[in-house]
């Protein structure tokens, strides 16, 4: 099993935490984004869309970090990572699609670039672009969680599951970019919770190989 993916990229650090949930070894493969590895003919050959994560795994090769981590789920079941409900998977889902599909690729590196060098944004500009999505959908995930009896030590209960997943990447970077967290108490008691867990520490950016500050 290979993972090719980058210490700082949320999408891989999500992979991550799940292949250590379920205890998985793996390979890494190291593509360094900040220097344009994923834009290089080897890796295109891997994934034409030039992201990171990408997963090498019983004879297949998988994008996109929430099909990845799913893809997981159903082969290796134990432990689960959604709920057996149908009514708590879509909760798990949803809550982790307001990560991963509404905060994440409005701060992913590539559109920070384009504001940065098409629009000549200031670094200060950026800043104040990324935290306020992410300051948005906090906002909205601390609606969903604080008042839902659902909620439990973590998003979903009292495991872990794809919406603790994909929460703690998110919050890794709103600490980087200092965005003030005392609005969001339930998201920051759920983070420091799974951050007791090895599962989630031992995937955390600086503890990667490849990390850079």
């Not at 949930?21 to 003919?41: C, E, N, T, V, W």
């Not at 439990?152 to 970077?173: K, W």
Request: proline share 9%; charged share 20%.
């Amino acid at each position: 099993m290979q993972l090719y993916g980058y210490s700082r990229s949320s999408a891989a650090f999500r992979v991550r935490i799940a292949l250590n949930l379920k205890g998985l070894d793996y390979d890494s493969a190291f593509i360094h984004l900040r220097r344009g590895d994923q834009s290089q003919p080897a890796y295109l050959g891997i994934n034409p869309q030039a992201l990171v994560p990408a997963l090498e795994i019983d004879g297949e090769r998988l994008i996109q970090s929430l099909p990845i981590i799913e893809y997981l789920d159903e082969t290796h079941p134990e432990p689960p990572l959604l709920p057996r409900d149908p009514a708590g998977r879509a909760r798990v889902r949803g809550l982790a699609a307001v990560v991963a599909c509404d905060i994440h690729p409005l701060n992913n590196l590539r559109v920070l670039h384009y504001l940065h060098r098409q629009f000549g944004r200031s670094e200060g500009d950026v800043k104040t672009w990324y935290n306020h999505w992410i300051a948005a959908g906090f906002t909205a995930l601390e609606g969903l969680l604080a008042p839902d009896p659902r909620t439990g030590r973590f998003c979903h209960g009292d495991r872990p599951t794809l919406a603790d997943i994909a929460l703690v990447p998110q919050v890794v970077n709103a600490e980087r970019y200092r965005l003030d967290m005392a609005p969001y108490p339930t998201i920051a008691r759920i983070f420091e919770t799974c951050m007791t867990l090895n599962a989630f520490a031992a995937a955390h950016p600086q503890r990667q190989p490849d990390y850079e500050p």
